[in-house]
């Protein structure tokens, strides 16, 4: 069965970074796009970014130019980098299977805090 193992959260300085990472199992991973979710207390869920088969990424405009998806299709991982992190990141960061938030699986979850 599908398995997303999200690891990497945790308490950061405002302006930090993290690296989140996704190890995935129970299916062939290089036949999937993955992606990157949050979800904050009291909204909804959201896309952060995502990354094709062959390694196209597509960011929300929210926060590019502050994150980076990447994978590993030796290692079935999809790692997350994020940069100059804000108070407002503060959230649990999902790692899903599939393109598009309607299909596939979701691992769960990671909690980011960012705050003094």
């Known amino acids: 069965q599908v398995q997303l193992v999200e690891s990497g959260g945790g308490l950061v300085q405002p302006g930090g970074s993290l690296r989140l990472s996704c190890v995935a199992s129970g299916f062939s991973f290089t036949d999937y796009g993955m992606g990157w979710y949050r979800q904050a207390p009291g909204k909804q869920r959201e896309l952060v970014a995502q990354i094709t088969r062959g390694g196209v990424t597509d960011y929300a405009a929210a926060m590019k130019g502050r994150v980076a998806i990447s994978r590993d299709n030796l290692k079935n991982t999809v790692d997350l980098q994020m940069n100059i992190l804000r108070p407002e990141d503060t959230a649990v960061y999902y790692c899903?299977?599939?393109?598009?938030?309607?299909?596939?699986?979701w691992g769960q979850g990671t909690q980011v805090i960012v705050s003094s």
């Open positions: 899903h299977q599939g393109w598009g938030e309607n299909i596939g699986s």
